[in-house]
């Protein structure tokens, strides 16, 4: 079974100040890793993913992740931050396995509250 | 648009009652899951589909069944409704566990 944790539960930030939002993972297998974002009243939308390759994967509307398998993380930035990245993001962590037979299943962090001031 | 959707989008109902509540796609993909979100929680899943008839428990399954009679319809049932169930619900679909999900829009259920 995996586990996901995010360290922050708010993250305020000024507009157009760089910003991470951490996860950490816990698994006994190789994992998928995901970011998403859910606006206010709205379903959840994928920010990015990493399957394999480069660790540093590049998402919509400017965001990226760096995953670290050393340290079971896959923390989400972005440079410069808008008024209209206020959300809350989830990361989340499905297992890699043969033959599908995860179902990719997503386990999710708790959340994080990105709130950025003018 | 993504082609999911979900209904109702708000309910109301009382305690011990049976509620049901639909997610249709158009996408006809084969991964189907249900989810409730809470404050503090995060989103956790209920029961997943990955073909029709082929359902099976997620980890907060008790109190929930589902059914998938065909491709595009995913059900959840709460057998006997308890505050407990108040929530707000998500279905979401996938083609490929590598390719993550495409979220509906939520039920908010709300057991009094």
């Known amino acids: 079974a995996q586990s996901v944790t995010q360290l922050d539960s708010q993250v305020p930030v000024f507009e157009e100040a760089p910003v991470e939002l951490r996860c950490n993972y816990s698994s006994s297998v190789s994992v998928y890793l995901f970011w998403y974002v859910q606006y206010p009243n709205q379903g959840l939308q994928l920010l990015l993913k990493?399957?394999?390759?480069?660790?540093l994967v590049k998402g919509i509307n400017g965001f990226e992740a760096e995953f670290n398998k050393s340290q079971t993380s896959f923390h989400l930035r972005k440079p410069s931050v808008h008024i209209s990245d206020t959300a809350e993001y989830f990361c989340?962590?499905?297992?890699?396995?043969?033959?599908?037979?995860?179902?990719?299943?997503?386990?999710f962090g708790q959340g994080t509250i990105l709130t950025v001031h003018p | 648009d993504a082609g999911i959707t979900q209904s109702p989008r708000h309910k109301v109902t009382e305690t011990g009652t049976p509620v049901t509540l639909r997610c249709h796609q158009t996408e006809n993909h084969r991964y189907m899951y249900w989810y409730r979100q809470d404050p503090g929680h995060g989103l956790r899943l209920i029961h997943y589909s990955y073909g029709v008839k082929d359902t099976d428990k997620g980890e907060v399954s008790d109190g929930y069944s589902v059914s998938r009679s065909k491709t595009e319809d995913f059900l959840l049932t709460l057998e006997s409704a308890t505050s407990s169930q108040t929530s707000v619900y998500f279905c979401?679909?996938?083609?490929?566990?590598?390719?993550?999900?495409?979220f509906g829009s939520g039920t908010r259920l709300t057991v009094v």
């Open positions: 989340a962590v499905s297992e890699r396995s043969a033959g599908g037979t995860s179902y990719g299943k997503l386990t």
């Open positions: 990493y399957l394999s390759g480069s660790t």
């Open positions: 979401a679909i996938s083609e490929s566990p590598l390719y993550g999900y495409t």
